[in-house]
Each structure stands twice: as structure tokens, then as C-alpha cells.
């Protein structure tokens, strides 16, 4: 198997991150990339970026280094009802948009059942084509549910490499991670791949994720990071969904 998309990375301006576009943009290229995502971490989180930011992508050029760009961001869902941190107006302006649960933004001691509505909440937004980092023990969720809410709704869950790491923050990612993808492969519910790199040596390089995805046997066809073209039917599928033109 063979990932050609990453469609989560930030640079500088999330504030917690080390690289310049270009940087990630030449790296990206560099890992065997076709097309990057930078998915800037949304108002609420402390430290990145003015909301105006988001509101003049139209000047950067989607092309460069031998690969395309997408500019995004990676919401912070900020509570049970599904709220998130940028109004319709701007989301109906990016190419790619990523809700997560962070803990400085939503907290840290909500139950099971109050995260598992949380992305069922979210996943009913016609503007959020993926949930990132849904492997994070510190949110426990019922993934029975929220995998068929995937399918239901064309949303897609994303296998974040950074939550692999043997280093990383997040609890208990590699379990729940596998258990989402038995979910995903009952449902047949596509995923994709995030790097989720704050810095451009991890730009398109996966390797806990090939790791998992091969020890569970994970079926080619249920990822749409192999394929520029399938990442962007499922992008658009999702608004088509929700009886939008775009
Ligand atoms: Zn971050
Ligand atoms: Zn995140």
C-alpha cells in the first residue's frame, strides 16, 4: 500500500509548530507525496493563528515542488453539541477541514457517551470531511457508533501517525486505533492518513501507521490516501450528501 495524500500538518502559524509552508510543502515532496494538507489548528487553540488567516488562501498557488496543496484547518470541537471554533462562511471557503478534540479547547473529563455524541454531533456538519485523531484514550468513545456514523454521513476517520508514536501525548492510540479499523472494515467506513507533522522532517511519512494497517490486514480499498483523485470524490461526496452543489 502506498500513501500519496497527507491531510494533516501545520506550520508556524499554529504556534506550536516549527516549519514554514514551503518547508512542509518540499518535504512533503520529498516523502513520495503527491498533495499536502496544512490544517492549521483553529482559533480556540491557545497560541495559533487570527481567525482572519483563513480568510485570504485564494493568494497562495496550490502548486509547488512537483505537488498540490490544500489549505485547511483542523477545528477544535468544543463541546458535546458538536460546536466548533470557525463560522460556515469561513469553512465553505477551505479545501479540506479536520475536527478534533483537543484537551485545552473541550476539556478533559467529559464521559464516553458525551464524546461518542460529540462526533456524532460533528459529523452531521456538512463543512467537516474528517475527524482527526479519533484514537486518543484520554476521549473515550464508543466506536461502533461513531464508524457507522462515518459511513452514514461520508465523513472520514483518520489514522494519525503522530498518535502512533511510542513518544506521543495521546493514551492508549494503537488499541483504539485498531479497534476503529475492525469498525471500519465490518461498515467498509474509508479512512485516511494524517502525519499530523508540527515539523517538516515528519511531512508524509507514516511509518506507524503502514506498521498497524499491515499487522490488522487492513483492506487497500478503505483508503483514500492512495489516490489523489479518491481523496477528492470523498471531499466532495461529503457536501453532495448534505444536498449541497459544491
Ligand atoms: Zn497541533
Ligand atoms: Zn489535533
Same mark, same amino acid.
Given at each position: 500500500?502506498?500513501?500519496?495524500?497527507?491531510?494533516?500538518?501545520?506550520?508556524?502559524?499554529?504556534?506550536?509548530?516549527?516549519?514554514?509552508?514551503?518547508?512542509?510543502?518540499?518535504?512533503?515532496?520529498?516523502? &513520495?507525496?503527491? !498533495? $499536502?494538507?496544512? %490544517? *492549521?489548528?483553529?482559533?480556540?487553540? @491557545?497560541?495559533?493563528?487570527?481567525?482572519?488567516?483563513? =480568510?485570504?488562501?485564494?493568494?497562495?498557488?496550490?502548486?509547488?515542488? &512537483?505537488?498540490? !496543496? $490544500?489549505?485547511? %484547518? *483542523?477545528?477544535?470541537?468544543?463541546? @458535546?453539541?458538536?460546536?466548533?471554533?470557525?463560522?460556515? =462562511?469561513?469553512?465553505?471557503?477551505?479545501?479540506?477541514?479536520?475536527?478534533?478534540?483537543?484537551?485545552?479547547?473541550?476539556?478533559?473529563?467529559?464521559?464516553?457517551?458525551?464524546?461518542?455524541?460529540?462526533?456524532?454531533?460533528?459529523?452531521?456538519?456538512?463543512?467537516?470531511?474528517i475527524?482527526?485523531?479519533?484514537?486518543?484514550?484520554?476521549?473515550?468513545?464508543?466506536?461502533?457508533?461513531?464508524v457507522?456514523?462515518a459511513?452514514?454521513?461520508?465523513?472520514l476517520l483518520e489514522v494519525?501517525?503522530?498518535?502512533?508514536?511510542?513518544?506521543?501525548?495521546?493514551?492508549?492510540?494503537?488499541?483504539?486505533a485498531?479497534?476503529m479499523l475492525?469498525?471500519c472494515?465490518?461498515?467498509?467506513t474509508p479512512i485516511v492518513v494524517?502525519?499530523?507533522?508540527?515539523?517538516?522532517?515528519?511531512?508524509?511519512?507514516?511509518?506507524?501507521v503502514?506498521?498497524?494497517l499491515?499487522?490488522?490486514?487492513f483492506?487497500?480499498?478503505l483508503v483514500v490516501s492512495?489516490?489523489?483523485?479518491?481523496?477528492?470524490?470523498?471531499?466532495?461526496?461529503?457536501?453532495?450528501?448534505?444536498?449541497?452543489?459544491?
Amino acid at each position: 500500500m502506498r500513501f500519496v495524500t497527507d491531510t494533516h500538518a501545520h506550520t508556524l502559524v499554529s504556534g506550536h509548530a516549527y516549519s514554514t509552508m514551503n518547508e512542509m510543502l518540499m518535504a512533503a515532496a520529498e516523502h &513520495g507525496m503527491q !498533495l $499536502l494538507a496544512l %490544517t *492549521e489548528h483553529a482559533p480556540a487553540m @491557545p497560541g495559533t493563528c487570527h481567525p482572519i488567516y483563513f =480568510e485570504n488562501f485564494k493568494v497562495v498557488p496550490r502548486n509547488r515542488y &512537483g505537488i498540490e !496543496l $490544500l489549505l485547511g %484547518t *483542523e477545528l477544535n470541537i468544543l463541546n @458535546p453539541d458538536g460546536e466548533v471554533d470557525l463560522p460556515e =462562511e469561513t469553512l465553505g471557503k477551505l479545501d479540506l477541514v479536520i475536527a478534533s478534540l483537543h484537551g485545552p479547547c473541550y476539556g478533559l473529563d467529559h464521559t464516553k457517551e458525551e464524546n461518542t455524541q460529540a462526533y456524532l454531533n460533528v459529523m452531521q456538519n456538512p463543512y467537516i470531511h474528517i475527524i482527526g485523531h479519533p484514537d486518543d484514550g484520554r476521549f473515550p468513545v464508543d466506536y461502533d457508533k461513531v464508524v457507522y456514523m462515518a459511513k452514514e454521513t461520508g465523513t472520514l476517520l483518520e489514522v494519525n501517525n503522530a498518535s502512533l508514536h511510542p513518544g506521543g501525548f495521546r493514551k492508549d492510540t494503537k488499541k483504539n486505533a485498531a479497534e476503529m479499523l475492525q469498525y471500519c472494515k465490518r461498515y467498509q467506513t474509508p479512512i485516511v492518513v494524517g502525519s499530523d507533522a508540527h515539523v517538516d522532517t515528519e511531512a508524509g511519512r507514516f511509518p506507524y501507521v503502514e506498521e498497524l494497517l499491515t499487522e490488522i490486514d487492513f483492506p487497500e480499498e478503505l483508503v483514500v490516501s492512495t489516490s489523489v483523485e479518491l481523496l477528492k470524490e470523498h471531499i466532495a461526496c461529503k457536501r453532495r450528501a448534505f444536498g449541497f452543489t459544491l
